[in-house]
């Protein structure tokens, strides 16, 4: 009769085995977990809206609020037109009685509407209400991962090759999104209008004020030129009229003179150079292409530099004007470390920072207005060239040449006429939405229209993060009465002491932090073959724990020195695109993994086994990972996954090895110890049944 002696480890094992299996599981989960996006309730009908009560975080705290969703018609102009829920969220004011709400527009496009930390700012009289963006906040959200990952793979951000590549990769994109239902004309200017317009009326308001920023304020015109007896006032943050959504070149070079008249007053920038427009410029004509061994994509260092320096505040650190200056007058010294940050950084963040369907279809509003800039020449030879509008349009033969038009923006491409009381509020050296175009373009055209020029101020962030009770006052008085006082501000001098955490300095960071990871997986690699070769693997405790805490810094590490490749060497491939992630990660934590698992007793061809075992289950896991998340994130769960099935392979080979070992019914009265470690499992090639001890 065959006596078992139980062992412990083949319990731990089977534990492990269902552990790891869990983790597995759970990684596309935790991975993609966010909230839910707005569902159209069972039976709801059009113009319909629920709401209960919930809270808004501000920069103040929690406020007590409603949340609910709005459900709309996708396409109004379509009788029989799917629904789409929105989301809707009203921050409730503090007094018993409100005045007219504030309905908050906010920037992009492709950008969202729900997050406003200021609203508490403003509650102390109104209700602050937030309505989703449709194709971006709703039910269904226009993401172009086409677009994102043409933009994340080019060597030349703005060149020739990649705006055809990128103008077919918005052609699969319409071309999917329409296969799938949805109608792409559907999410005009105009229809966003009406969402609003629906809210209102759902939630039972006879007027509202309108708070819009940036592209928003698009929207808050065109709702005032379809819905002009719903309002009672509309404030505007950056304005942008009609026809503005590309930036004029020449316009851009006034912004920088301005900038260099006020670093002739600054006695630190005034130091550093008798001239900043030329220094700017001499510094982007001879654009350095490599910072040492690292390679440097001078398009997208424009295109951060436009976008820097559109706020000069501290809170849009590192992505401001005091920090892109910075970073031309280092290059003009002879320092490129600063234009390297700007270009490994805009490689990460510009390609996913805009929902691209959402963005197509606002701004082919303003398509007309971008053929006419680019058949009239484009840029003439200005400091920052044409990188900030190719990288948003595509060239002359950009998405607008391949794009869905809606009918909807014909009658809103050019300025109209509006009685609605309208405050204009723009920074003096906004980039963005230029204070002459409020005035030259749209200004005239409103019959009760007031505008206040923020000397020195940037951007919508600047207007928010300087003087914020001058702000406060400001449009709470306009809601409030109609009046526009300006009194409490006084003029920001610009700050061009550049932040600690500089361009320069984000550069010597990155640098080190990828030698450092990548020094520490080799090391710990090493470290572990020299082991096994002297010693003939680890004990299984150590090895187990070795396992256990060592595939995070492994996988990162060797990520990390794809990274360094991909920056040195091979420009057209993205840091966090699979073939940087997968291949490194899976082959670097399997190979750690068995080196960890390997022990004295096992012979060659368990060995063999596991390897293959190991590798093959970090791959397997690192694309399980990395297809559970977007971005720059998706390494970090390549490696967590490759890190849980790699040990669930491992596992997995010694529990069907052990279940080998085991004697069958009858076979005679020796003892067996189930999991003896000097017995060969027959997975590793043996022939031989030597799971009993005769």
């Known amino acids: 009769m065959v006596k078992f002696t139980p062992r412990r480890p083949t319990v731990l094992r089977s534990a492990g085995l269902v552990t790891t299996a869990l983790i597995i599981g759970l990684i596309p989960v935790v991975a993609t977990s966010a909230p839910p996006a707005a569902t159209v309730p069972p039976g709801a009908r059009p113009g319909s809206v629920t709401m209960h009560a919930c809270e808004y975080q501000t920069e103040s705290g929690k406020a007590p609020a409603d949340c609910g969703t709005l459900v709309v018609p996708e396409n109004r102009r379509d009788p029989r037109s799917e629904l789409i829920a929105l989301p809707v969220i009203r921050v409730r004011a503090t007094v018993a009685s409100p005045a007219e709400p504030i309905f908050r527009l906010g920037g992009g496009p492709g950008a969202t509407n729900m997050t406003f930390p200021q609203a508490g700012r403003l509650t102390g009289k109104h209700d602050v209400v937030l309505v989703g963006y449709r194709g971006v906040d709703g039910s269904r959200r226009l993401d172009c991962p086409e677009v994102t990952g043409t933009l994340e793979s080019s060597a030349d951000i703005t060149g020739a090759k990649s705006q055809r590549a990128v103008t077919a990769a918005f052609r699969a994109c319409a071309t999917r999104l329409t296969g799938l239902g949805v109608d792409l004309t559907a999410y005009s200017v105009a229809q966003q209008v009406d969402d609003l317009e629906a809210a209102r009326q759902a939630l039972g308001y006879q007027r509202i004020n309108l708070l819009s920023s940036s592209a928003g304020t698009r929207t808050a015109m065109v709702y005032s030129w379809r819905h002009p007896a719903s309002l009672a006032r509309s404030a505007m943050l950056s304005v942008n009229p009609p026809g503005h959504m590309i930036w004029d070149p020449a316009i851009t070079d006034s912004q920088i003179d301005q900038y260099a008249q006020l670093c002739k007053a600054d006695s630190r920038c005034s130091a550093r150079t008798p001239d900043l427009a030329a220094s700017m410029r001499s510094a982007g004509t001879d654009a350095p292409s490599r910072w040492g061994p690292l390679h440097i994509k001078n398009s997208t260092v424009r295109t951060v530099a436009l976008y820097g320096m559109q706020m000069n505040g501290m809170d849009s650190a590192p992505r401001n004007a005091p920090n892109v ?181 984000i550069a010597k960071i990155l640098l080190g932090v990828a030698l450092g990871g990548a020094a520490l997986a080799l090391a710990l690699l090493a470290g572990f073959a020299r082991h096994v070769r002297r010693h003939g693997g680890f004990r299984p405790r150590a090895g187990l724990w070795l396992r256990i805490l060592t595939p995070l810094p492994i996988g990162s590490g060797s990520w990390l020195l794809a990274t360094l490749l991909v920056w040195t060497m091979l420009p057209s491939l993205a840091i966090s695109g699979a073939v940087a992630t997968i291949l490194p990660v899976s082959l670097a934590v399997g190979i750690g993994a068995h080196l960890c698992w390997t022990r004295p007793d096992r012979s060659a061809r368990m060995r063999r086994a596991g390897l293959s075992a190991a590798i093959g289950g970090a791959t397997l896991g690192a694309v399980i990972g990395y297809g559970s998340a977007d971005g720059i994130v998706a390494p970090l769960w390549a490696v967590l996954g490759a890190a849980a099935a790699t040990n669930f392979a491992l596992v997995a080979l010694d529990c069907a090895a052990a279940a080998r070992r085991r004697p069958l019914s009858g076979a005679g009265s020796a003892d067996v110890i189930a999991g003896d470690p000097q017995v060969e499992s027959p997975l590793a090639g043996g022939g031989r049944d030597q799971g009993l001890n005769r």
């Open 325 to 505: 200056i910075d970073a031309y007058l280092r290059a003009a010294a002879g320092d490129a470390s600063g234009f390297w940050a700007m270009s490994a950084l805009g490689d990460v963040v510009l390609p996913s920072s805009i929902v691209w369907g959402q963005f197509a279809s606002f701004a082919m509003i303003d398509a007309p207005a971008a053929q006419r800039y680019y058949a009239a020449g484009g840029d003439p030879g200005s400091i920052l060239r044409n990188s900030g509008s190719d990288f948003l349009w595509g060239g002359p033969a950009g998405y607008a040449t391949v794009w869905p038009d809606s009918p909807d923006n014909a009658e809103y491409r050019t300025v109209r006429t509006s009685d609605v009381e309208t405050l204009l509020v723009s920074g003096s050296v906004d980039f963005s939405t230029p204070a002459q175009l409020a005035a030259r373009d749209l200004l005239p055209s409103l019959s009760r229209g007031r505008q206040v020029i923020l000397p020195e101020m940037g951007h919508t962030g600047d207007i928010w993060e300087y003087q914020p009770e001058a702000g406060r006052h400001l449009l709470t008085t306009f809601f409030d009465t109609g009046a526009v006082d300006a009194s409490h501000f006084v003029t920001q001098p610009v700050d061009f002491t550049p932040p600690a955490l500089s361009m320069a300095t």
